[in-house]
Protein backbone atom coordinates (compact mmCIF):
# COMPACT_ATOMS: atom_id res chain seq x y z
CA UNK A 1 0.00 0.00 0.00
CA UNK A 2 1.31 3.47 -0.90
CA UNK A 3 1.61 6.64 1.03
CA UNK A 4 -0.75 8.07 -1.85
CA UNK A 5 -3.36 5.64 -1.37
CA UNK A 6 -3.26 5.86 2.56
CA UNK A 7 -3.82 9.68 2.91
CA UNK A 8 -6.41 8.59 0.19
CA UNK A 9 -7.85 6.17 2.54
CA UNK A 10 -7.21 8.86 5.91
CA UNK A 11 -7.57 12.55 4.51
CA UNK A 12 -7.70 13.53 8.34
CA UNK A 13 -4.52 11.76 9.46
CA UNK A 14 -0.92 12.78 8.97
CA UNK A 15 0.31 9.59 7.25
CA UNK A 16 4.61 9.01 7.76
CA UNK A 17 6.36 6.40 7.61
CA UNK A 18 5.42 4.77 11.84
CA UNK A 19 2.02 4.78 10.85
CA UNK A 20 2.59 2.97 7.67
CA UNK A 21 4.63 0.47 9.56
CA UNK A 22 2.18 0.08 12.06
CA UNK A 23 -0.50 -0.61 9.72
CA UNK A 24 1.80 -3.49 7.68
CA UNK A 25 2.57 -4.63 11.19
CA UNK A 26 -0.93 -5.24 12.35
CA UNK A 27 -1.87 -6.44 8.41
CA UNK A 28 0.72 -9.12 9.51
CA UNK A 29 -0.09 -9.64 12.62
CA UNK A 30 -4.22 -10.53 11.25
CA UNK A 31 -2.79 -12.34 8.29
CA UNK A 32 -1.03 -14.76 10.72
CA UNK A 33 -3.98 -14.86 13.55
CA UNK A 34 -6.45 -15.77 10.37
CA UNK A 35 -3.99 -18.46 8.69
CA UNK A 36 -3.77 -20.00 12.74
CA UNK A 37 -7.44 -19.83 12.64
CA UNK A 38 -7.73 -21.79 9.52
CA UNK A 39 -5.45 -24.33 10.68
CA UNK A 40 -7.21 -24.30 14.10
CA UNK A 41 -10.74 -25.22 12.54
CA UNK A 42 -9.00 -27.94 10.07
CA UNK A 43 -7.28 -29.99 12.77
CA UNK A 44 -10.68 -29.84 14.54
CA UNK A 45 -12.24 -31.17 11.39
CA UNK A 46 -9.99 -34.19 11.35
CA UNK A 47 -10.11 -34.59 15.15
CA UNK A 48 -13.57 -34.83 14.78
CA UNK A 49 -13.34 -37.05 11.85
CA UNK A 50 -11.04 -39.30 13.98
CA UNK A 51 -13.83 -39.34 16.38
CA UNK A 52 -16.81 -40.34 14.67
CA UNK A 53 -15.13 -43.37 12.91
CA UNK A 54 -14.00 -44.54 16.23
CA UNK A 55 -17.13 -44.17 17.51
CA UNK A 56 -18.59 -46.25 14.57
CA UNK A 57 -15.92 -48.92 14.94
CA UNK A 58 -17.05 -49.06 18.60
CA UNK A 59 -20.83 -49.63 17.16
CA UNK A 60 -19.73 -52.14 15.22
CA UNK A 61 -18.08 -53.90 17.75
CA UNK A 62 -21.13 -53.68 20.07
CA UNK A 63 -23.26 -55.42 17.03
CA UNK A 64 -20.69 -58.06 17.03
CA UNK A 65 -20.74 -59.24 20.07
CA UNK A 66 -24.23 -59.01 20.45
CA UNK A 67 -24.33 -60.91 18.30
CA UNK A 68 -22.12 -63.77 19.43
CA UNK A 69 -23.43 -63.69 22.98
CA UNK A 70 -27.05 -64.73 20.76
CA UNK A 71 -25.51 -67.44 19.07
CA UNK A 72 -22.63 -69.08 20.69
CA UNK A 73 -22.46 -71.91 18.02
CA UNK A 74 -21.32 -70.24 15.10
CA UNK A 75 -18.36 -71.77 13.57
CA UNK A 76 -16.23 -68.27 11.77
CA UNK A 77 -13.24 -70.36 11.11
CA UNK A 78 -15.22 -72.55 8.58
CA UNK A 79 -17.00 -69.55 7.19
CA UNK A 80 -13.89 -67.35 6.90
CA UNK A 81 -12.55 -70.12 4.90
CA UNK A 82 -14.84 -70.27 2.39
CA UNK A 83 -14.39 -68.79 -1.20
CA UNK A 84 -16.86 -66.48 -2.49
CA UNK A 85 -18.45 -68.89 -4.76
CA UNK A 86 -18.78 -71.58 -1.83
CA UNK A 87 -20.16 -68.48 0.77
CA UNK A 88 -22.41 -67.64 -1.80
CA UNK A 89 -24.01 -71.06 -2.54
CA UNK A 90 -24.39 -72.08 0.95
CA UNK A 91 -26.17 -68.80 1.76
CA UNK A 92 -28.27 -69.76 -1.80
CA UNK A 93 -29.35 -72.91 -0.18
CA UNK A 94 -29.78 -72.01 3.35
CA UNK A 95 -27.30 -74.11 4.93
CA UNK A 96 -25.36 -70.64 5.90
CA UNK A 97 -27.30 -67.24 7.34
CA UNK A 98 -26.63 -64.13 5.97
CA UNK A 99 -26.70 -62.83 10.09
CA UNK A 100 -23.99 -65.32 10.79
CA UNK A 101 -22.00 -64.55 7.70
CA UNK A 102 -22.16 -60.96 8.24
CA UNK A 103 -20.87 -60.20 11.81
CA UNK A 104 -18.31 -63.01 11.32
CA UNK A 105 -16.91 -60.83 8.88
CA UNK A 106 -17.68 -57.31 10.85
CA UNK A 107 -15.69 -59.17 13.72
CA UNK A 108 -12.92 -60.03 11.37
CA UNK A 109 -12.42 -57.07 9.63
CA UNK A 110 -12.27 -55.26 13.10
CA UNK A 111 -9.34 -57.83 13.75
CA UNK A 112 -8.11 -57.05 10.74
CA UNK A 113 -7.90 -52.90 10.94
CA UNK A 114 -6.83 -52.71 14.29
CA UNK A 115 -3.22 -54.22 12.76
CA UNK A 116 -3.04 -52.24 9.51
CA UNK A 117 -5.44 -49.43 9.61
CA UNK A 118 -7.62 -50.11 6.56
CA UNK A 119 -11.42 -48.97 7.66
CA UNK A 120 -12.08 -45.89 7.14
CA UNK A 121 -15.90 -46.56 8.45
CA UNK A 122 -18.49 -48.90 9.37
CA UNK A 123 -21.86 -48.60 7.46
CA UNK A 124 -24.18 -49.15 10.38
CA UNK A 125 -26.96 -49.68 7.74
CA UNK A 126 -25.50 -53.16 7.06
CA UNK A 127 -28.09 -54.51 9.79
CA UNK A 128 -31.27 -52.63 8.07
CA UNK A 129 -29.70 -54.30 4.65
CA UNK A 130 -29.41 -57.50 6.37
CA UNK A 131 -33.80 -57.40 6.84
CA UNK A 132 -34.24 -56.10 3.16
CA UNK A 133 -32.15 -58.98 1.58
CA UNK A 134 -34.31 -61.13 3.88
CA UNK A 135 -37.41 -59.76 2.67
CA UNK A 136 -36.46 -59.88 -1.25
CA UNK A 137 -38.80 -62.84 -3.18
CA UNK A 138 -35.72 -63.60 -5.28
CA UNK A 139 -32.19 -64.22 -4.14
CA UNK A 140 -29.38 -62.57 -6.14
CA UNK A 141 -26.58 -63.79 -7.01
CA UNK A 142 -24.44 -62.02 -4.01
CA UNK A 143 -27.57 -62.62 -1.71
CA UNK A 144 -26.36 -62.31 1.67
CA UNK A 145 -22.69 -62.32 1.01
CA UNK A 146 -20.60 -58.99 2.70
CA UNK A 147 -18.70 -56.46 0.75
CA UNK A 148 -16.28 -53.83 1.19
CA UNK A 149 -16.07 -50.74 -0.84
CA UNK A 150 -13.70 -47.52 -1.31
CA UNK A 151 -13.73 -44.45 0.42
CA UNK A 152 -15.12 -42.77 -2.49
CA UNK A 153 -17.67 -45.18 -3.66
CA UNK A 154 -20.97 -43.45 -2.95
CA UNK A 155 -23.07 -44.36 -0.10
CA UNK A 156 -26.16 -43.03 1.33
CA UNK A 157 -25.77 -40.77 4.57
CA UNK A 158 -21.84 -41.46 4.48
CA UNK A 159 -18.91 -39.23 3.40
CA UNK A 160 -17.07 -39.92 0.57
CA UNK A 161 -13.96 -38.52 1.77
CA UNK A 162 -10.80 -38.97 -0.71
CA UNK A 163 -8.24 -38.21 2.34
CA UNK A 164 -9.14 -34.76 2.35
CA UNK A 165 -10.36 -32.52 5.16
CA UNK A 166 -12.75 -30.48 2.66
CA UNK A 167 -14.96 -33.15 1.71
CA UNK A 168 -15.32 -34.05 5.66
CA UNK A 169 -18.88 -31.89 5.78
CA UNK A 170 -20.31 -33.42 2.39
CA UNK A 171 -22.79 -36.52 3.29
CA UNK A 172 -23.41 -38.46 0.23
CA UNK A 173 -27.33 -37.98 -0.71
CA UNK A 174 -28.00 -41.21 -2.16
CA UNK A 175 -26.56 -44.60 -3.24
CA UNK A 176 -24.31 -44.59 -5.97
CA UNK A 177 -25.27 -47.03 -8.95
CA UNK A 178 -22.33 -49.69 -7.95
CA UNK A 179 -23.88 -50.00 -4.20
CA UNK A 180 -27.93 -50.22 -5.99
CA UNK A 181 -26.92 -52.77 -8.05
CA UNK A 182 -25.19 -54.61 -5.62
CA UNK A 183 -28.13 -54.47 -2.99
CA UNK A 184 -30.79 -55.54 -5.92
CA UNK A 185 -28.45 -58.77 -6.08
CA UNK A 186 -28.73 -59.21 -2.16
CA UNK A 187 -25.01 -58.19 -1.28
CA UNK A 188 -24.25 -56.12 2.03
CA UNK A 189 -21.81 -53.52 2.03
CA UNK A 190 -21.19 -53.04 5.23
CA UNK A 191 -17.31 -50.57 5.48
CA UNK A 192 -15.73 -47.86 3.93
CA UNK A 193 -12.07 -48.52 3.23
CA UNK A 194 -8.90 -46.26 3.46
CA UNK A 195 -7.70 -44.47 0.64
CA UNK A 196 -4.52 -41.52 -0.40
CA UNK A 197 -5.21 -37.85 -0.09
CA UNK A 198 -6.86 -37.00 -3.89
CA UNK A 199 -6.58 -40.59 -4.54
CA UNK A 200 -3.08 -39.70 -6.86
CA UNK A 201 -0.54 -42.03 -5.03
CA UNK A 202 0.49 -45.51 -5.02
CA UNK A 203 0.55 -45.69 -1.23
CA UNK A 204 -2.60 -45.60 1.30
CA UNK A 205 -2.15 -42.47 3.71
CA UNK A 206 -3.92 -39.48 4.57
CA UNK A 207 -3.27 -36.73 7.12
CA UNK A 208 -6.75 -37.52 8.41
CA UNK A 209 -6.94 -41.59 8.84
CA UNK A 210 -3.74 -42.35 8.68
CA UNK A 211 -1.50 -44.86 7.00
CA UNK A 212 -2.81 -48.26 6.10
CA UNK A 213 -0.20 -50.91 5.87
CA UNK A 214 0.52 -54.27 4.25
CA UNK A 215 -1.36 -57.27 6.37
CA UNK A 216 1.48 -59.38 4.99
CA UNK A 217 4.04 -57.28 6.01
CA UNK A 218 3.70 -54.02 7.96
CA UNK A 219 6.58 -52.61 6.74
CA UNK A 220 5.25 -52.38 3.63
CA UNK A 221 3.09 -50.89 1.68
CA UNK A 222 -0.56 -52.14 0.33
CA UNK A 223 -0.50 -50.63 -2.90
CA UNK A 224 -3.45 -47.61 -3.59
CA UNK A 225 -5.31 -46.01 -4.14
CA UNK A 226 -7.61 -49.08 -3.55
CA UNK A 227 -5.26 -49.33 -0.46
CA UNK A 228 -7.67 -50.26 2.13
CA UNK A 229 -9.42 -52.38 0.07
CA UNK A 230 -6.62 -54.82 -0.55
CA UNK A 231 -5.47 -54.75 2.71
CA UNK A 232 -8.57 -55.31 4.39
CA UNK A 233 -9.40 -58.79 1.62
CA UNK A 234 -5.70 -59.75 1.98
CA UNK A 235 -6.40 -59.73 5.97
CA UNK A 236 -9.06 -61.69 5.56
CA UNK A 237 -11.72 -58.87 6.65
CA UNK A 238 -13.66 -59.02 3.09
CA UNK A 239 -14.42 -62.19 0.64
CA UNK A 240 -15.48 -59.51 -1.86
CA UNK A 241 -14.18 -55.58 -1.84
CA UNK A 242 -14.54 -52.70 -4.80
CA UNK A 243 -11.78 -50.72 -6.18
CA UNK A 244 -11.47 -48.23 -8.26
CA UNK A 245 -8.77 -47.79 -11.28
CA UNK A 246 -7.77 -45.16 -13.55
CA UNK A 247 -3.76 -45.85 -13.86
CA UNK A 248 -3.40 -49.02 -11.44
CA UNK A 249 -5.52 -48.51 -8.69
CA UNK A 250 -7.14 -51.75 -8.46
CA UNK A 251 -4.10 -53.82 -9.88
CA UNK A 252 -1.04 -52.08 -7.72
CA UNK A 253 -3.24 -52.95 -4.63
CA UNK A 254 -4.08 -56.88 -5.82
CA UNK A 255 -0.50 -57.51 -7.04
CA UNK A 256 1.07 -55.98 -3.65
CA UNK A 257 -1.11 -58.08 -1.40
CA UNK A 258 -1.85 -61.12 -3.69
CA UNK A 259 -5.21 -60.70 -4.94
CA UNK A 260 -6.93 -60.85 -7.96
CA UNK A 261 -8.97 -57.86 -9.34
CA UNK A 262 -9.96 -56.48 -11.96
CA UNK A 263 -10.33 -53.20 -13.78
CA UNK A 264 -13.37 -53.51 -16.53
CA UNK A 265 -12.73 -51.15 -18.87
CA UNK A 266 -9.83 -49.17 -20.42
CA UNK A 267 -11.21 -46.08 -18.85
CA UNK A 268 -11.56 -45.29 -15.30
CA UNK A 269 -13.76 -47.96 -13.68
CA UNK A 270 -14.90 -49.54 -10.28
CA UNK A 271 -14.02 -53.09 -10.75
CA UNK A 272 -14.13 -55.53 -8.17
CA UNK A 273 -10.91 -57.14 -5.73
CA UNK A 274 -10.93 -61.18 -4.47
CA UNK A 275 -8.99 -63.39 -3.62
CA UNK A 276 -9.17 -65.75 -6.57
CA UNK A 277 -10.30 -65.44 -10.59
CA UNK A 278 -13.71 -67.41 -9.75
CA UNK A 279 -15.02 -64.74 -7.49
CA UNK A 280 -14.31 -61.95 -9.71
CA UNK A 281 -16.77 -64.14 -12.54
CA UNK A 282 -19.27 -64.28 -10.52
CA UNK A 283 -19.25 -60.42 -9.02
CA UNK A 284 -19.25 -59.59 -13.20
CA UNK A 285 -22.29 -62.33 -14.19
CA UNK A 286 -23.60 -60.11 -10.97
CA UNK A 287 -23.01 -56.58 -12.28
CA UNK A 288 -23.50 -56.97 -15.46
CA UNK A 289 -27.66 -57.12 -14.98
CA UNK A 290 -30.53 -55.13 -16.47
CA UNK A 291 -29.98 -52.84 -13.41
CA UNK A 292 -26.80 -51.83 -14.17
CA UNK A 293 -27.60 -51.41 -17.78
CA UNK A 294 -30.58 -49.27 -16.64
CA UNK A 295 -28.84 -47.01 -14.10
CA UNK A 296 -25.99 -46.27 -15.91
CA UNK A 297 -26.42 -45.80 -19.66
CA UNK A 298 -22.27 -45.61 -20.47
CA UNK A 299 -22.26 -49.22 -19.64
CA UNK A 300 -22.73 -51.53 -22.73
CA UNK A 301 -25.31 -53.79 -22.11
CA UNK A 302 -23.70 -57.17 -22.71
CA UNK A 303 -24.33 -59.64 -19.72
CA UNK A 304 -21.18 -62.04 -18.88
CA UNK A 305 -20.22 -64.56 -21.62
CA UNK A 306 -20.52 -67.57 -20.03
CA UNK A 307 -19.96 -69.70 -22.92
CA UNK A 308 -16.47 -67.81 -23.77
CA UNK A 309 -15.63 -67.89 -19.82
CA UNK A 310 -15.97 -71.62 -19.56
CA UNK A 311 -14.51 -72.55 -23.07
CA UNK A 312 -11.53 -74.98 -23.13
CA UNK A 313 -11.04 -73.90 -26.26
CA UNK A 314 -6.83 -72.75 -26.97
CA UNK A 315 -6.23 -69.36 -26.88
CA UNK A 316 -3.62 -66.74 -28.57
CA UNK A 317 -2.11 -64.39 -25.46
CA UNK A 318 -0.17 -61.24 -26.18
CA UNK A 319 2.54 -60.95 -23.20
CA UNK A 320 5.46 -58.70 -22.71
CA UNK A 321 7.73 -58.57 -19.48
CA UNK A 322 8.72 -54.79 -19.65
CA UNK A 323 6.94 -52.18 -21.39
CA UNK A 324 10.55 -49.95 -22.18
CA UNK A 325 9.28 -47.63 -20.14
CA UNK A 326 8.68 -49.38 -16.88
CA UNK A 327 10.85 -51.23 -16.25
CA UNK A 328 9.57 -55.08 -13.79
CA UNK A 329 11.77 -55.96 -11.33
CA UNK A 330 13.56 -59.31 -11.30
CA UNK A 331 10.37 -61.47 -9.46
CA UNK A 332 7.65 -59.96 -11.28
CA UNK A 333 9.60 -60.71 -14.98
CA UNK A 334 9.76 -63.95 -13.30
CA UNK A 335 6.25 -64.53 -12.53
CA UNK A 336 5.28 -63.09 -15.98
CA UNK A 337 7.41 -66.14 -17.00
CA UNK A 338 6.42 -68.73 -15.35
CA UNK A 339 2.37 -67.92 -15.99
CA UNK A 340 3.32 -67.97 -19.77
CA UNK A 341 4.96 -71.37 -19.05
CA UNK A 342 1.53 -73.09 -17.53
CA UNK A 343 -0.30 -71.29 -20.20
CA UNK A 344 1.08 -73.30 -23.11
CA UNK A 345 1.01 -76.11 -21.01
CA UNK A 346 -2.50 -76.22 -21.18
CA UNK A 347 -2.42 -75.37 -24.92
CA UNK A 348 -2.77 -71.95 -25.33
CA UNK A 349 -0.11 -70.03 -27.84
CA UNK A 350 1.79 -67.17 -26.07
CA UNK A 351 3.20 -64.42 -28.52
CA UNK A 352 5.53 -61.74 -26.92
CA UNK A 353 4.88 -58.11 -28.52
CA UNK A 354 6.02 -54.45 -27.53
CA UNK A 355 3.36 -52.46 -26.73
CA UNK A 356 3.86 -49.62 -29.14
CA UNK A 357 4.79 -46.24 -27.59
CA UNK A 358 4.47 -46.27 -24.45
CA UNK A 359 6.35 -42.54 -23.99
CA UNK A 360 3.81 -41.09 -25.95
CA UNK A 361 1.08 -42.94 -24.12
CA UNK A 362 2.38 -41.86 -20.85
CA UNK A 363 2.55 -38.46 -21.39
CA UNK A 364 0.27 -37.32 -24.34
CA UNK A 365 -2.95 -40.03 -23.33
CA UNK A 366 -2.69 -40.22 -19.63
CA UNK A 367 -0.53 -37.11 -17.73
CA UNK A 368 -2.39 -34.62 -20.05
CA UNK A 369 -5.80 -36.68 -19.93
CA UNK A 370 -5.18 -36.41 -15.95
CA UNK A 371 -3.89 -32.84 -16.29
CA UNK A 372 -5.82 -31.08 -18.87
CA UNK A 373 -5.52 -28.24 -17.03
CA UNK A 374 -1.99 -28.31 -15.79
CA UNK A 375 -3.14 -29.72 -12.49
CA UNK A 376 -5.42 -26.36 -11.39
CA UNK A 377 -8.44 -28.44 -10.43
CA UNK A 378 -6.07 -30.82 -8.23
CA UNK A 379 -4.50 -28.36 -6.31
CA UNK A 380 -7.46 -26.15 -5.75
CA UNK A 381 -8.30 -29.32 -3.94
CA UNK A 382 -5.34 -29.07 -1.66
CA UNK A 383 -5.63 -25.59 -0.83
CA UNK A 384 -6.33 -25.05 2.52
CA UNK A 385 -5.94 -28.76 3.39
CA UNK A 386 -3.15 -30.69 5.71
CA UNK A 387 -1.10 -32.29 2.80
CA UNK A 388 -0.26 -35.87 3.33
CA UNK A 389 3.89 -36.20 3.94
CA UNK A 390 4.19 -39.18 1.48
CA UNK A 391 2.27 -36.41 -0.87
CA UNK A 392 4.15 -33.25 -0.58
CA UNK A 393 6.72 -33.87 -3.59
CA UNK A 394 4.14 -34.67 -5.98
CA UNK A 395 2.15 -31.47 -4.54
CA UNK A 396 5.09 -29.21 -4.67
CA UNK A 397 5.72 -30.29 -8.04
CA UNK A 398 2.40 -29.33 -9.60
CA UNK A 399 2.88 -26.19 -7.74
CA UNK A 400 5.80 -24.70 -9.88
CA UNK A 401 5.02 -22.41 -12.60
CA UNK A 402 4.05 -23.79 -15.92
CA UNK A 403 6.49 -21.58 -17.47
CA UNK A 404 9.10 -22.58 -14.80
CA UNK A 405 8.05 -26.40 -15.42
CA UNK A 406 8.18 -25.78 -19.21
CA UNK A 407 11.89 -23.97 -19.04
CA UNK A 408 13.04 -27.03 -16.46
CA UNK A 409 11.49 -29.56 -19.39
CA UNK A 410 14.11 -27.78 -21.95
CA UNK A 411 17.08 -27.58 -19.35
CA UNK A 412 16.90 -31.70 -18.45
CA UNK A 413 15.62 -32.98 -22.15
CA UNK A 414 19.38 -34.20 -22.73
CA UNK A 415 20.29 -36.09 -19.84
CA UNK A 416 16.65 -36.88 -18.37
CA UNK A 417 13.98 -37.15 -21.65
CA UNK A 418 11.15 -39.14 -19.46
CA UNK A 419 11.13 -36.20 -16.78
CA UNK A 420 11.85 -33.60 -19.71
CA UNK A 421 8.43 -35.38 -21.30
CA UNK A 422 6.65 -35.33 -17.59
CA UNK A 423 7.10 -31.61 -16.99
CA UNK A 424 5.86 -30.93 -20.30
CA UNK A 425 3.21 -32.91 -19.82
CA UNK A 426 2.25 -31.57 -16.38
CA UNK A 427 1.67 -28.05 -18.09
CA UNK A 428 -1.37 -29.29 -19.44
CA UNK A 429 -3.07 -29.59 -22.87
CA UNK A 430 -2.04 -26.80 -25.36
Known amino acids: MTLDTLRQLLPEVEVGPRLVSALLGSSAAAILVLKWMGQRRTQK????????????LG???????????QNPGIQASHILSLSLVELAEKLKES?????????????????????????????????????EVRRQKERGLLYGVPVSIKDHIGYKGHLSTCGFVQLLSRLEQEDSVMVKVLKRQGAIPFVLTNV????????????????????????????????????????GGSVLGFGTDIGGSIRLPSSFCGLCGL???????????????????????ALLCDDMFRLDPTVPPLAFNEEVYSSSA?????YYDTDGYFLLPPCMRRAVHETKEILQKAGHT?????????????NEL??????????????????????????????????????????LALTVRPLFPRLAGYLAALCGVR
Not at 59 to 69: I, L, R, S, W
Not at 263 to 285: E, H, I, Q, W
Not at 350 to 360: E, M, Q, T
Open 45 to 56: KMEEARRRRELG
Open 59 to 69: QMEKAVQQFKQ
Open 95 to 131: SLSPESVLYTYMDKALEVTREVNCLRHFIPECEEQLQ
Open 196 to 235: PQSLFNYDCSNSIFGQTVNPLNHQKSPGGSSGGEGALIAG
Open 263 to 285: KPTVTGAVGPMARDVDSLALCMR
Open 314 to 318: PLRIG
Open 350 to 362: LVPFAPPRPDYVM
Open 366 to 407: FVKGLFADGGSTLLGMFAGDVVDPGLEPQVNCYRIPTLVKKM
